[in-house]
């Protein structure tokens, strides 16, 4: 499969916050969601992936640069920490933009300048899915996204009669919780995306949603681990998301940021 149309975006550091303000209803209300792109692709045969992987990363860099594009992009290299091996992707190449005009505009310089970055990733890349995302944040992330750090992602399906409204007020409790607990965007983040296209085809087989944790590093996720498992916060979680939706295990990865805004 050619690879055009290339590359990407997720990550959580400058989405804007899921939860705002209602004064209307004195409740609360979906915020603005940011714009992301995933790529997720298989190394040709033959192929150092980690090798070309690093190769592209700093070629499609010097690119953006020349063309003036992704100034207020961070892109990022996944690669699996803890994983059943259902999602065998090789290469995932995710990041995201700061607003869907910057998205727009970036999109379209490279369709028009990205020949030779399409040209590159298909000297090592195959079978590549693309899906586009909208995200929304429960807990803002700090700059820790800027530099390498962890991601873990989980896809969540809602249960019968359950839909926005409901995870929206679980949502606000939950954010609140988190807060109370000191896990805040110091060395976590937490989001949730929806897909807007290129997930997978067919009613009943693409998720609700993906919920989206990053980490600073591995203690802050075996601190978040603890919080869950000893400290009761998966009480809470089951209490305020149980009968709203259903989540598969979770897949941690390795994020490797090779872009960010100050680049």
Same mark, same amino acid.
């Given at each position: 499969?050619?690879?055009?149309?290339?590359?990407?975006?997720?990550?959580?550091?400058?989405?804007?916050?899921?939860?705002?303000?209602?004064?209307?209803?004195?409740?609360?209300?979906?915020?603005? %969601?940011?714009?992301?792109?995933?790529?997720?692709?298989?190394?040709?045969?033959?192929?150092? %992936?980690?090798?070309?992987?690093?190769?592209?990363?700093?070629?499609?860099?010097?690119?953006?640069?020349?063309?003036?594009?992704?100034?207020?992009?961070?892109?990022?290299?996944?690669?699996?920490?803890?994983? +059943?091996?259902?999602?065998?992707?090789?290469?995932?190449?995710?990041?995201?933009?700061?607003?869907?005009?910057?998205?727009?505009?970036?999109?379209?310089?490279?369709?028009?300048?990205?020949?030779?970055?399409?040209?590159?990733?298909?000297k090592f890349l195959e079978n590549c899915?693309?899906s586009d995302w909208g995200a929304w944040?429960?807990?803002?992330?700090? +700059?820790?996204?800027?530099? #390498?750090?962890?991601?873990?992602?989980?896809?969540?399906?809602?249960?019968?009669?359950?839909?926005?409204?409901?995870?929206?007020?679980? /949502? #606000?409790?939950?954010?609140?919780?988190?807060?109370?607990?000191?896990?805040?965007?110091?060395?976590?983040?937490?989001?949730?995306?929806?897909?807007?296209?290129?997930?997978?085809?067919?009613?009943?087989?693409?998720?609700?949603?993906?919920?989206?944790?990053?980490?600073? #590093?591995?203690?802050?996720?075996?601190?978040?681990?603890?919080?869950?498992? /000893?400290?009761?916060?998966?009480?809470?979680?089951?209490?305020?998301?149980?009968?709203?939706?259903q989540c598969d295990s979770n897949r941690?990865?390795?994020?490797?940021?090779?872009?960010?805004?100050? /680049?």
């Amino acid at each position: 499969m050619e690879l055009k149309n290339f590359f990407g975006v997720i990550c959580i550091a400058a989405a804007p916050a899921v939860l705002a303000d209602n004064h209307v209803s004195d409740g609360v209300q979906w915020s603005t %969601g940011a714009p992301l792109e995933i790529y997720g692709c298989s190394f040709k045969e033959g192929i150092d %992936g980690y090798e070309q992987s690093q190769k592209f990363a700093a070629s499609w860099n010097k690119w953006a640069d020349e063309n003036d594009a992704f100034d207020s992009h961070v892109a990022q290299l996944m690669w699996s920490e803890f994983s +059943d091996g259902q999602y065998p992707t090789d290469f995932a190449w995710l990041g995201y933009w700061d607003s869907y005009d910057s998205a727009g505009k970036d999109m379209d310089i490279r369709s028009a300048k990205g020949d030779e970055m399409y040209a590159e990733a298909n000297k090592f890349l195959e079978n590549c899915s693309h899906s586009d995302w909208g995200a929304w944040v429960l807990v803002q992330a700090g +700059d820790f996204t800027n530099g #390498n750090h962890l991601t873990e992602f989980s896809d969540c399906v809602y249960k019968e009669g359950k839909g926005d409204d409901d995870l929206l007020v679980a /949502n #606000n409790e939950y954010a609140a919780l988190l807060a109370a607990r000191g896990l805040n965007g110091e060395s976590m983040g937490m989001a949730q995306l929806w897909p807007r296209a290129g997930a997978p085809v067919g009613i009943g087989n693409s998720p609700s949603f993906k919920w989206v944790v990053g980490h600073a #590093n591995f203690a802050a996720y075996s601190n978040f681990t603890n919080e869950l498992w /000893n400290e009761g916060l998966l009480i809470d979680f089951n209490r305020l998301y149980g009968d709203i939706v259903q989540c598969d295990s979770n897949r941690v990865y390795h994020s490797q940021v090779v872009r960010t805004p100050s /680049n």
